[in-house]
């Protein structure tokens, strides 16, 4: 079955960077796209960043050019790694897969930029 794990959330202060994780597992994970999206308490989900299966990415507005997605087919994972963080940026970072139509989640890992 179809697997994404979160992970390397935590707590950091403004300016701050992370590299959050997601492994997944249960499906080619080279052939598919992968998305990240997040939730801040009291908003909607909100999507992130983008890596298509050739490599290509795509960012919200709001990281341009803080946030950077990559991927390593070998390992099954994909990385965002964040920088220049604001408080702005605090939520519950989820990945995602749409497979077969299906879309997949994993249980998220939560970013609290404070000082």
């Known amino acids: 079955q179809v697997q994404l794990v979160e992970s390397g959330g935590g707590l950091v202060q403004p300016g701050g960077s992370l590299r959050l994780s997601c492994a997944a597992s249960?499906?080619?994970?080279?052939?598919?796209?992968i998305h990240w999206y997040r939730q801040a308490p009291g908003k909607q989900r909100e999507s992130v960043a983008t890596i298509t299966s050739a490599g290509t990415t795509i960012y919200a507005d709001s990281v341009k050019g803080r946030f950077t997605m990559s991927r390593d087919n070998p390992k099954n994972t994909a990385y965002l790694q964040v920088n220049s963080l604001t408080p702005e940026d605090t939520a519950v970072y989820f990945c995602?897969?749409?497979?077969?139509?299906?879309?997949?989640w994993g249980q998220g890992t939560q970013v609290t930029v404070s000082s």
């Open positions: 249960g499906f080619i994970f080279r052939l598919y796209a």
């Open positions: 995602n897969v749409r497979y077969y139509e299906t879309d997949y």
